[in-house]
Each structure stands twice: as structure tokens, then as C-alpha cells.
């Protein structure tokens, strides 16, 4: 019999983070002067310890122990062989899955939730402000701030709220006060509303709209909280690709081909990092971030200086950007709806140690309904995105008679998603691809920045 699946113990939980600022070389932060920002200056937003953890060049940060209590409630997450899939495809390709779907809200999201809420309760904050676009992260959250005993509020981009009503019940289980965004309770919403009132929202006003209210805490016991794009967020997630380092030696495999979906780039780092390490030291391995044709920053936008969010709170950061004030199409992947990208992950695409890929709305749904069929788990629509690239690879090496590892993340269930599948099963998702002529109109927005430059590793 096969072996489908390889399970560490929960004693075998890394105990360090893999921390990549230790290998490569990024342009930093600007702020409004042009100068590179000091970390004080971030310090309304976010509390000290977690910006010491932003900005530290340490290769690995050790986990602390109340916080890998809370992380064994779900980890170490299963390596699962895709031997269904792969039976399906009739594929040489040997597919593995970290299955990221296992945690309490569904996601691969609470790895960083759970740190950050502990490192606020620590630093003596009783109250976390976040976006989220497909609800995962608010969820998250929620769910880490119960655990911690802290106040949750949570501004969901408004198409997401109305498609999917039960992830504003789930962060209310869980004690987050969850509202629609644009709001009429922050500038920057009201702001987003006058300019249109029937606007489907973005990931980038609602990060305006958070940030807004825990700066305005004047008693200083709140604070912002981002779920993906910051270094800080993208170290959190690498326990996964740690994990699956280990568990891909149980297996006797090594990955050819490493996939994950791309919104700010957190999931996808968080496998991928920690084998970027070996890739610099000259292993063979391709690694695929996968975005949709409808919000394509690494595929088609520019390696530029821009802001996080759509009322420029944040400072300028150097990343792939579709610009700050774009309001993507209001697709069912709210997760992969954001004008930029990690600064980190941005880096190591114009470094050319990362190839970016899209893909269409169609071809995903296809996917996540082949998955669901062959594997059982029906996957988060950001998901799909890889998984429509895992089977494109799968089918390649069929063609070419080759046996590829391949490696993917899959980094939510869909389970609070299905009004998205009932779109597609009855015919109603349609492609949208961002044309050439679209770009151009983006790079409007950042045309007057600083320009990061051209670095390589360390
Ligand atoms: C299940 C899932 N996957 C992927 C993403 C994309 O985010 P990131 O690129 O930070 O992993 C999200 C974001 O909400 C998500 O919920």
C-alpha cells in the first residue's frame, strides 16, 4: 500500500521561524519625506516586539512556548500525497499537499494570527483593528484574540460581506465585531463611499479604515494588525514549508516544483522560504506564485514604490503594485484582491528566483471541483489558483514522460465559500483579464515615486 500521509508528532512542532531577511537584500520602507522610515515611526500601529521581529536580519526567531501551546491545537499540519489526483491525471508527477486547511477557521491564516495577538497581549494592547477579504483572516483573528483574551474588530471588504454572511457569524463565535467596508465609521470609508457609494470595496481600504481606528485610540491600547504582505506575517507562516521539509523527508522526496496562491504572498512564502535557501545554493527547484488574470501584480504590474493601502497610512513599500487606489474586479477570490505584494516575495520575483504565473476564474473552479472530487477536501476559491497550476504541471510532466515532485499548499477549505461554486456550477463565473491598456492606466497611480532598485541575494 502507498503511504498517503506523513505526520510529524506534536512534540516535533519547529521551534524557530525561518527568517529570510537573513539571505536576501530589499530596498526599505519609505516614508513621506523619501527617506527610509525608522522603526518609531510604526510605532502607533503596531506594538515594539513585533516590529523588532519586521525589521531583524536573524536567521532564525524562536517560537515562544505560549505560543506553540496555542499552534498545537491544529499542528504540525498533514503532508498529504495527492495519490488520487495523481490517479486521475494519470500523471508520472508524484504530488504532495501541506494541508493548511486543518486550523479552527479553515486557513493557514491563524499560524500568524496566533503570534501577533500573543505579541500584543504581551506588550499590554487590549484591542486588534484588521481587514480581511475573503473573511479567512478576520476569522483568524477572532479566533487567536479569544485565545489571548483581546477585543477583535474586523473590516470586511464589503463584496466579500455580502457573499459569504457566515464568516461574519464564525468571527462573532469567536468574540470579533465584524462590519462591512468602506464604513461610514472611519475618513477613509467615508471617503471611499463618496467617490462611490456602490463601490465592492478593496483590500486596500479596508487596511485604510483599520489602521485608522487603532491610531485614533487615544488611551494607546490599540493596535493594527496585517494579515499578510509584512515581513513579520510572512516569517510566522514559514512553520509550514518547515514542517514540510521534514515531512518531505519521511516521504524520501524532494520537490522539483513548489505552487501556492498569491494575495500578499503569506501562504505562498510560508511553504516557499524555507526552501529558497537551498534553491540560492544552486538546487534545482521552480517555484510558482499563482495569481488571477483579474488582479495580476506579479504577472503584469511593475516592480515599483508604493503604498499598502488605498488612503496612504502605510509607507511606501517596494513591491509589485497595481497601485493603491485600484479597485480590483469583484471576482470570488477575495483573498487574492490586493494591488501589491510582499515586499519579500516582489524581491525574489525580480530577483528571478521566483516565476509568477495567472490564471483564469474558469480554469480554477474547474480545478477546485476535480480536487474536491478526487481529494475529497472542497478548497478556498484563492486555493484553486494553485491547484489549476498544479494539475497544468502534472499534465506537462505527463507529456514529458517526467517523474516531478511536485509541492503545493493548499492553504483553506471552501467551506464557507459555496455560493462561489454555485456560481460556477451554474455557469455564472465569468474571466476577467486585466488588459495591457489597464496597466497602463495603474501605473498612473505610482508614476511620481521613488523607484526601488535592482538588488540580488546576500
Ligand atoms: C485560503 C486563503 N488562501 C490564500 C489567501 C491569500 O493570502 P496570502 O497570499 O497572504 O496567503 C487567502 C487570503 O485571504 C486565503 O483566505
Partial sequence: MELRRYSLREDEIPRQWYNILADINLNPPLGPDGNPINPDQ?????????????VSTERWIDIPEDVLTVLNLWRPSPLVRALNLEKALDTPARIYYKNESVSPPGSHKPNTAVPQAYYNKVFGIKRMTTETGAGQWGSALSFACAQYGLDCKIYMVRVSFDQKPYR????????GNC???????TRAGRAALEKDPDTPGSLGIAISEAIEEAV??????????????????LLHQTIIGLEAKKQMALAGDYPDIIIGCAGGGSNFAGLSFPFVQDKINGRQIEIYPVEPTGCPTLTKAPFVYDHGDTARYTPLLPMHSLGHSFVPPAFHSGGLRYHGMAPTVSQLVDEGLFTPKSVKQSQVFEAGILLARTEGIIPAPETTHALATVIDEARKAK??????????????HGLLDLTAYDAYLSGQIKDIILSEADIKECEKIYADFPKPRHLTHK
Fill in 42 to 54: 510604526l510605532a502607533p500601529v503596531f506594538p515594539m516586539n513585533l516590529i523588532e521581529q519586521e
Fill in 168 to 175: 461574519k457569524f464564525m468571527m462573532a463565535a469567536w468574540g
Fill in 179 to 185: 462590519i462591512p467596508s468602506p464604513s461610514r465609521e
Fill in 216 to 233: 485614533a485610540d487615544e488611551t494607546g491600547r490599540t493596535r493594527y494588525s496585517l494579515g499578510s504582505v509584512l515581513n513579520h506575517v
Fill in 399 to 412: 507529456e514529458e514522460g517526467k517523474e516531478k515532485v511536485i509541492l503545493f499548499n493548499w492553504s483553506g
